[in-house]
């Protein structure tokens, strides 16, 4: 479920800021159109079907010729030049800034739609992304492995029809280009009722999952974290118990050996929380978990038996570091004084990132943490104390920061969410920072209409990947997807691609199978570019 998972965690906090402010309401462009109206557009796809804005394009259409002096033709929210009106068609030229999708005409009150048209461009669906039907649930994060490979993680039960009798229930392993990988096999994961929000691999190349699961494959007792092998299977191990007394039995009916009930087969990692793991982080060898959590979990296993756990529980506060064991590491965020966690955040978290020299940079909606004000943004040093070196002013205090990335080619840092100032200075839910925490001054977000970027990705080139709930950049048509050049303006000749109908949880660059960059993005997306995709799915960016 939704409110189980990272998903919520960042939705709920862009929900919750997007009902108390004030947004621009852009309107359906289709509402009142008229079915039975002497203007009636052919389904035909227009000629030619695709082309670059000063093109001229021809659409089918019959009844429009009386309207010639009034009509007005729209692609992208931008008014397109008609060239020429006649009883079965329409011509018009392409505006500046459009992008793929249906346009309409205008004729006083009323709205007629046009059919598809596709507008050349820089950006396209990866079409050797071999991903088929793809997830048939939400796809919350994305690890690429050592062997080139991709581990996704979230609450789906199938991947390209895979799963069919044995639900895959949150974990696959997938080709870099989108396959799936047969091998890895899970033993129906985390089951119906679990979800995993994250994943890192381990210097051994074992993984390590979190999220809202009690147990994996067979194995129970889990609380919202393990350890597993490269071919999917959990990581066990044998550890001595407390025997339980046996009643009285017949002593040639045979049973469990002493030896037997005095050990059992456990979890390798032991360790966990009492709530949601929303991010996991491995660096300086230890392993960091964040979300929504207060309590520390570890089983004492020699003072348990098979059926009662003996458990040791630390109040923690939101995050916790642990060794690749899952023991607790107390040199990290820790008060030995009082046994327990620093105060965390007066609030929530929702995403956290890696810095040089092993600082976390953790983001959300909270106004202190550690009993520090703080504007929904903190960076902990390699101990998990406040980085002083770390100054982002008052940061965000009129909404959500959603999420945070960090570029180290560029070295910049980005931050999406629902705020509209950010240390003092207009943002639109959008900010780019330096690496000490101060703003990048050349980079200025523009108007964002019909909701909030959700997710952003700067790549190598210094191209930006916005993704969210918006319909509308610096008064351009921009639904759910755009890129942006690094000074914050709509990339020329990227914007090409229709709506993105969905949400974004993450996105990872990468390259086509030609070599061509590219960007692999997941989350809960049903179609992109007028074409069905099942939550995962690949663009290429043009040179």
């Known amino acids: 479920m939704l409110k189980n998972t990272i998903g919520l965690l960042l939705l709920s906090c862009i929900i919750t800021a997007g009902c108390n402010k004030k947004e621009d309401v852009y309107p359906d462009p289709y509402a ?64 500046d800034g459009a992008s793929s999708g249906s346009g309409w005409i205008n004729i006083g009150n009323d709205v007629y739609p046009a059919s598809l048209f596709r507008v050349n461009g820089k950006v396209k669906l990866d079409n050797t992304f071999r991903a088929g039907t793809g997830a048939d649930g939400m796809v919350l994060g994305i690890v690429p ?6 581990l996704i993680t979230g609450n789906f039960k199938l991947y390209n029809s895979n799963g069919v009798g044995n639900p895959l229930n949150g974990i696959a392993l997938i080709e870099r280009h989108g396959q799936y990988v047969d ?23 074992k993984f390590l999952i979190g999220g809202q699961f009690d147990r994996y494959g067979r194995m129970k007792g889990i609380n919202g974290i393990t350890r597993i092998h490269t071919a999917g299977m959990i990581d066990t191990t044998t550890v001595r118990i407390v025997p339980e007394q046996l009643g009285e039995t017949d002593p040639h009916a045979g049973g469990p050996t002493e030896e037997e009930r005095a ?52 109040r923690v506060n939101n995050i916790v570091a642990m060794d690749v064991n899952g023991n607790l590491d107390s040199s990290y965020h820790y008060n030995l004084a009082t046994h327990q966690g620093e105060g965390g955040p007066q609030g929530g978290l929702t995403d956290g990132v890696v810095l040089p020299g092993g600082r976390l940079l953790l ?12 504007g929904s943004i903190v960076c902990l040093d390699a101990n998990g104390r406040i980085d002083p070196s770390f100054n982002a002013g008052t940061g965000a205090t009129d909404g959500a920061i ?17 705020f509209t100032t950010f240390n003092g200075v207009a943002g639109n839910g959008l900010a780019m920072l330096n690496e000490d925490g101060s703003m990048v001054s050349t980079f200025k977000a523009r108007t964002v209409g019909g909701g909030s970027p959700i997710y952003a990705l700067q790549m190598k080139s210094g191209l930006i990947a916005v993704a969210g709930t918006f319909n509308q950049y ?12 690094p000074d914050g303006s709509l990339a020329a000749g990227y914007n090409n691609t229709g709506r993105l109908q969905g949400l974004v949880f993450q996105m990872q660059e990468t390259t086509s199978a030609e070599g061509d960059p590219a960007i692999l993005i997941t989350g809960t997306v049903s179609s992109f570019d007028n074409t069905a995709v099942g939550n995962i799915f690949r663009i290429v960016i043009e040179k």
């Open 474 to 485: 610096d008064n351009y048509t921009r639904e759910g997807l755009m890129i942006l050049q």
């Open 363 to 374: 983001v959300g909606k909270f106004n202190k943490f550690d009993n520090t004000a703080a």
């Open 263 to 314: 050990t059992d087969t456990v979890p390798a990692f032991n360790g966990g929380v009492t709530g949601v793991i929303s991010k996991l982080f491995y660096t300086g060898n230890r392993v960091i978990a964040i979300g929504s959590f207060f309590y520390y979990v570890q089983y004492y296993y020699a003072n348990s038996t098979k059926s009662t756990r003996s458990i040791d529980l630390r």
């Open 183 to 205: 091998a890895f096999r899970t033993d129906s994961a985390v089951y119906r009722f679990g979800s995993i929000s994250t994943a890192v691999q381990l210097p051994d190349n």
């Open 402 to 418: 959603a999420s945070v990335t960090y570029n180290p080619v560029t070295r910049k840092i980005m931050l999406t969410g629902t």
């Open 145 to 150: 492995t050592s062997d080139s490979r991709y």
């Open 32 to 95: 009142g159109a008229k079915k039975n109206a002497p203007v009636q557009f052919s389904d035909e796809l227009p000629t030619p079907q695709r082309g670059s804005a000063g093109d001229q394009v021809t659409f089918k259409v019959t009844g429009l010729l009386p309207f010639k002096g009034t009509a007005r033709f729209y692609m992208s929210g931008k008014e397109a030049q008609i060239i020429s009106i006649t009883d079965k068609t329409v011509t018009v030229k392409v505006p």
